[in-house]
Every structure is written in structure tokens, then in C-alpha cells.
């Protein structure tokens, strides 16, 4: 039997207080392990579409549901349990730029703690342990007590993906997280993201602006335009004019 979707989009919309329509009839299911690669022009609606998986973005109508379950009416406890499992990268890493690299890593666990451990910096050995091994994952162990703001952009991506680590996430988020850097230290966040997928199995939906990257990375394209779903379509049957395509300006899909 066919293993159920990890996430699953029934006829979702979003339309922002303004009236701005953000997503529109959007209907498909991400599996379980999924490398997946969300493009479309500025504004198409992709953080929207990511920002709606774990409620940092409430929809108007229609369903989102995670390991069969729908996300929709979750609130305190479960929408905290909701957000534990799924990590959050930004274009901008989001790091306490003062604070060391273990500082960082370690607030990642903080969905663990009562707020007044985390406030006083009471981690325990074993997340300290953690810590280091989520800096192994994205070959970073030798720069744990570096100040954040004295690494490269490439390895403040990648610091922030040891601190989602922490909270040993089923799901990562990632919207552009490698706008901001140059190609050879976007290679190293994308292979990152890419080895944790392989590996950990976590399923990644990825924001991209470069079609380069969305076909090097992606088991899978899902082009947006406009909130709408344009395009879907497995790696292997993407091609070069499909993305040109999404990318041109009111062409039809
Ligand atoms: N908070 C908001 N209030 C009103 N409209 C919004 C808000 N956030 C986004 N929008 C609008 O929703 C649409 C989709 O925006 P979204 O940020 O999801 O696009 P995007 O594909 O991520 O664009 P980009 O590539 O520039 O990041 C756009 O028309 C945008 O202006
Ligand atoms: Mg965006």
C-alpha cells in the first residue's frame, strides 16, 4: 500500500485582510521524503504556501493536513507540537548575530524547555551533545563557540540548520535560503539541505528563484503564479521550456 502524504493541500485559499488573493484552489500532496522545489515569479504566493504549512500563515477555506491529520483548528499545545516538527529556514538565517554559534544551535531546542530554563541558559548536557552533533551535520563542529556574525553567509545558513535540527524536524521549510549567497557557498546549504533529506529522510520544500538550483536539487517542481498551482511535474519530466514558461510574464502554463 501506497504510503499515506506527509502534507496534504485540499482546496486551499488565502486571501490576505487587504483583499489580495494569496493562494487559489490549491490541491496537491507532498509524499513523505520529498525533495521538493517551489518557483514563480515575485509574489506568486510561494512563502505564502510555505508559511501556510505551519500556521505562521492562517488559510481562508480549504484544508492543510500533516500525517493525515488536519492542521487547520490546531492551537496552544498542539499547534506548538505542529511547529516542533517542522524547521523554518529563512533568506536571512535569522541568527542572534552577538550570541555564540552554540548559543544559536542550542535555541533551537527551546520548543523542548519551559520558557524560564531557556531564559536563564539552563541546557542540559545531552542538548549540549545535541548540539554538536547537529553542527556535524552541516560540517560546522569546529566553529561552536565562534560569534554568529563572524562566519560566512554560507555557514550562518548552515548554522541555522543545525539549530531546526534541534528540534529534530519531519519537515523543513526553507524560503530562498540561498538568496543572499554566492554560488559556491549555496552549493554548500544546498547540499546540506539535500544530505539531511537523503539521509534523515526529513522532507524538504524548498523556495527557489533559480531554475538552475530547482533542477539540480528537486525530485519535483511546483510552479505558482498569481496563487495559483501552474505546474507539477517529478524531475525527470521537467523541462527547460516548462520553466521558462512559469517564469514568462502572463504566459499561459
Ligand atoms: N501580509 C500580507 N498582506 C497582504 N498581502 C500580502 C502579504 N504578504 C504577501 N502578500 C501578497 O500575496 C502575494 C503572494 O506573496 P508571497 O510573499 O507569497 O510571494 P512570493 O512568491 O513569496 O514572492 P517573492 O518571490 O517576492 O518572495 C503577493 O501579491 C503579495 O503582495
Ligand atoms: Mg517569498
Known amino acids: 500500500m501506497a504510503q499515506a502524504p506527509i ?9 490576505y485582510n487587504n483583499g489580495t488573493v494569496g493562494l487559489k484552489d490549491i490541491s496537491f500532496d507532498i509524499p513523505r521524503g520529498q525533495f521538493l522545489v517551489v518557483v514563480g515569479l515575485s509574489g506568486a504566493g510561494k512563502s505564502t504556501l510555505l508559511r501556510t504549512i505551519n500556521r505562521m500563515h492562517e488559510i481562508t477555506s480549504g484544508e492543510i493536513t500533516i500525517e493525515e491529520e ?21 533568506q536571512g538565517f535569522n541568527l542572534i548575530n552577538r550570541s555564540s554559534v552554540e548559543r544559536n544551535v ?9 520558557t524560564w530554563k531557556t531564559i536563564c541558559g539552563l541546557f542540559t548536557k545531552a542538548d549540549r551533545e545535541m548540539a554538536v552533533r547537529s553542527l556535524q551535520r552541516v560540517n560546522l563542529a569546529d566553529k561552536l563557540y565562534t560569534r554568529a556574525d563572524e562566519l560566512s553567509g554560507g555557514q550562518q545558513q548552515r548554522v541555522a540548520i543545525a539549530r531546526t535540527l534541534m528540534q529534530d524536524p519531519k519537515i523543513i521549510l526553507a524560503d530562498e535560503p540561498v538568496a543572499s549567497l554566492d554560488p559556491l557557498t549555496t552549493a554548500t546549504v544546498m547540499d546540506t539541505l539535500q544530505r539531511l533529506n537523503r539521509e534523515d529522510g526529513i522532507t524538504v520544500i524548498v523556495n527557489l528563484h533559480s531554475v538552475a538550483l530547482a533542477r539540480k536539487y528537486a525530485d519535483r517542481i511546483i510552479g505558482l503564479r498569481a496563487g495559483q498551482l501552474v505546474y507539477d511535474q517529478p524531475i525527470e519530466s521537467v523541462t527547460e521550456d516548462d520553466l521558462t514558461k512559469i517564469y514568462a510574464e502572463g504566459a499561459e502554463a
Open 70 to 90: 488536519s492542521i487547520n483548528d490546531y492551537k496552544g499545545q498542539s499547534l506548538r507540537l505542529l511547529r516542533r516538527k517542522i524547521g523554518m529556514i529563512f
Open 7 to 15: 502534507i496534504s493541500f485540499k482546496d486551499v485559499n488565502k486571501i
Open 106 to 114: 542550542l535555541s533551537g531546542r527551546v520548543s523542548y524547555y519551559p
